[in-house]
């Protein structure tokens, strides 16, 4: 079992940026598929990007392909967020796949609490 906890979230300006972190312990995460997903009031959780276990694959969702990036290192998987804009305004979370690199929230084995990130305009 892997605990994950983000970091890196706060207040920002429209078209400024922040890069979130997420710590893993307990197990390795190069033995997983890793995602950051979020959710805005009132929203349902969506997709924001993923990452294969090897670092390989990569994929966002339209709105934010272009201004935000996923990278991981050895125990840290980042998301790289610029242009920054008010509707980008969300809990962001991480998580875990054990199967498979994915879009899909159900695929996903493990979840950290999330951290809140705001973009005033």
């Known amino acids: 079992q892997v605990q994950l906890v983000e970091s890196g979230g706060g207040l920002v300006q429209t078209g400024g940026s922040l890069r979130l972190s997420c710590a893993a312990s307990g197990r390795p995460l190069s033995s997983y598929h890793m995602g950051w997903f979020r959710q805005a009031p009132g929203k349902e959780r969506e997709f924001v990007a993923a990452l294969s276990w090897n670092g390989i694959s990569t994929y966002y969702a339209a709105s934010v392909k272009g201004r935000f990036t996923i990278s991981r290192g050895s125990a840290t998987v980042y998301l790289q967020m610029n242009s920054l804009t008010p509707e980008d305004t969300a809990i962001y979370y991480c998580?875990?796949?054990?199967?498979?690199?994915?879009?899909?929230?159900?695929?996903?084995?493990?979840w950290g609490q999330g951290t809140q990130v705001t973009v005033s305009s």
């Open positions: 998580a875990a796949a054990r199967n498979t690199v994915t879009t899909a929230i159900g695929e996903y084995d493990y």
